[in-house]
């Protein structure tokens, strides 16, 4: 007797289902690999896409700092010459006259002479007056006119918070020939100033585009965006518009070129054009759905080739079995037959057992045949001929035992049918019957000889529980969700004198679910295995 499973695979059979099985997962990990090398080399062209994007802005943030730094050795160096404190006020008034073009005008806000290891200050304001400097850009000059002199640069310049605001201080410390004192000469200019004459002149000048896209960007302005800012991170200077979502880079200028940091945005709409072919994108969803097709088809070669080797192997188990176990009754058949007819039976009984041998052993080719009608539907995907109405179970369940129990009686097998007369199930007669003389054919053959099969039933919340028990040795645990597959039988079951096509429980268990019921196994009492059938329970018959 056997339970409800599902289906279970047990491995190719044959040489021509392994070949396939090789060469799909060979095609698969080949496809795996072709995939993976290829999403790891799009990410790195992208990752270096990326960095020459940088290294494009990179180049345009040093030519912006070389250009205006050009413009201060051009305009505000020549002023940080050498003169003694009565010169500065006349210095002022020609710087606010702007005669020499230095592009400072208004001029700076003072200018002064600072003793680098003493303490003399001179200085004077944007009018000319003399002027206390700044305690701020005392402090800060002295600091650095070291480091100016050590690095070799001649002077330096830093942004500094005063109590007129925030300045650029620059300063060039020099050694006063005649009296060996080193001196700081400087003067401070206004954070916005050095904006206007240095800082946008130098990018409106300047051309920091590359030489193979002149034909289609003209203006700095459509090829980068600059910022320049503080070292707190404070905006100096932005150019418009800006490109925030563009490729970037930045660069940290030393503190002696004022601290500053200056951070380049390359225009995103002409980044493909500074890369051969273009930026690839990081995912290749164009490799990735052919990859994945290309896998897609492999699998299908593989599981249409393992289908048609299990369908051959089907057709071959199915005429094997159905020959074999029609080999018996035929021959019982033709021995009854011939006897008959030939006149060989010693009396008119002997006459009517060989018709009634003839009777039974047509039955029971019959029952093979419905087997085999019925799976062969179930292979097909067609569902079974069912018709559902209210039936009395104990006729069609005593019907059954009637007609298997003459088949049965040679081997002093019983069927013992127990069950109540108003029991009523939703369901198909014909369906019904077949599942009966199956699960009995099955407790008779896999049984005890001389044992006593018994059909019982009982109600269940709504429902009728029918099952068929025998006295056999049962079924093991492990093996009770196996069975249920077509042409699965036990090792036990396996030896010559078994007979059985191993279609029975297949038939069960489609026509169970086709009447909307549910079958399985369970231990009998005492010994044996029990099949049990729940079907929907109904009022009457009809």
Not at 448 to 462: L, Y
Request: proline share 6%; with cysteine.
């Amino acid at each position: 007797m056997f339970p409800d499973s599902t289906l279970t695979w047990s491995g190719p059979r044959d040489r021509w289902a392994r070949v396939i099985l090789i060469v799909a997962a060979v095609g698969v990990l080949i496809a795996v690999w072709a995939a993976v090398s290829t999403l790891r080399a799009r990410a790195q062209v992208h990752e270096a896409a990326k960095a020459s994007l940088s290294n494009y802005a990179a180049v345009a943030i040093e030519q912006f700092v070389n250009g205006y730094e050009a413009l201060l050795r051009d305009n505000f160096v020549p002023i940080l010459e050498p003169l003694p404190p009565a010169a500065l006020v006349e210095r002022m008034k020609q710087l606010q006259r702007d005669p020499c073009r230095c592009r400072i005008a208004p001029g700076p806000s003072m200018i002064f002479r600072l003793g680098i290891d003493s303490n003399e200050e001179a200085g004077t304001d944007s009018l000319g007056r003399p002027l206390a400097l700044d305690p701020a850009v005392v402090r800060l000059v002295r600091t650095e006119a070291d480091s100016v002199a050590r690095v070799g640069w001649g002077y330096g310049f830093e942004l500094s918070e005063t109590a007129m605001g925030r300045q650029f201080v620059f300063f060039a410390p020099q050694t006063d020939s005649a009296t060996g004192r080193r001196y700081a000469y400087g003067f401070a200019i206004p954070a916005a100033h050095m904006v206007d004459r240095i800082f946008r002149p130098a990018f409106q000048s300047l051309r920091v585009i590359p030489r193979h896209l002149l034909a289609t960007v003209r203006r700095n302005d459509e090829f980068v965006s600059f910022e320049v800012l503080t070292s707190g991170g404070a905006m100096l200077f932005a150019t418009a518009p800006a490109y925030p979502d563009g490729p970037s880079n930045g660069l940290i200028l030393p503190a002696l070129r004022g601290g500053l940091f200056v951070r380049g945005h390359l225009n995103p709409q002409i980044k493909d054009a500074l890369i051969p072919g273009g930026i690839p994108g990081p995912i290749p969803f164009r490799d990735l759905g052919l990859t994945g097709l290309s896998l897609a088809l492999l699998l299908a070669i593989a599981v249409l080739g393992l289908r048609a080797g299990a369908l051959a192997r089907l057709r071959s188990d199915l005429a094997s079995s159905v020959t074999h176990e029609m080999r018996t009754p035929l021959t019982q058949i033709r021995l009854a037959a011939e006897t008959v007819l030939l006149g060989r039976s010693p009396t008119a009984q002997a006459e009517a057992r060989s018709l009634s041998s003839i009777i039974d052993e047509s039955k029971r080719l019959q029952q093979l045949i419905d087997n085999v009608l019925h799976f062969s539907r179930a292979e097909r995907r067609l569902s079974a001929s069912i018709s559902l109405a209210p039936i009395a179970l104990r006729p069609v369940l005593q019907r059954a035992a009637d007609d298997l129990g003459a088949l049965v009686a040679d081997r002093g097998v019983t069927l013992d049918v127990d069950i109540a007369s108003d029991l009523v199930v939703r369901g198909d007669a014909n369906a019904l019957r077949q599942i009966a003389l199956n699960l009995l054919d099955n407790a008779a053959r896999y049984g005890a000889d001389h044992q006593t099969v018994r059909i019982g039933a009982q109600p269940h919340d709504g429902q009728v529980d029918w099952w068929v028990e025998d006295r056999g040795p049962g079924i093991p645990v492990a093996d009770r969700r196996r069975v249920w597959k077509a042409f699965v039988r036990l090792d036990r079951d396996r030896e010559p004198a078994t007979t059985g096509t191993g279609l029975g429980l297949a038939v069960v268990r489609e026509l169970v679910e086709a009447q909307g019921g549910r079958c399985w196994i369970e231990e009998a009492q005492g010994s044996g295995a029990r099949v049990v059938v729940r079907m929907p329970r109904e009022a009457t018959p009809s």
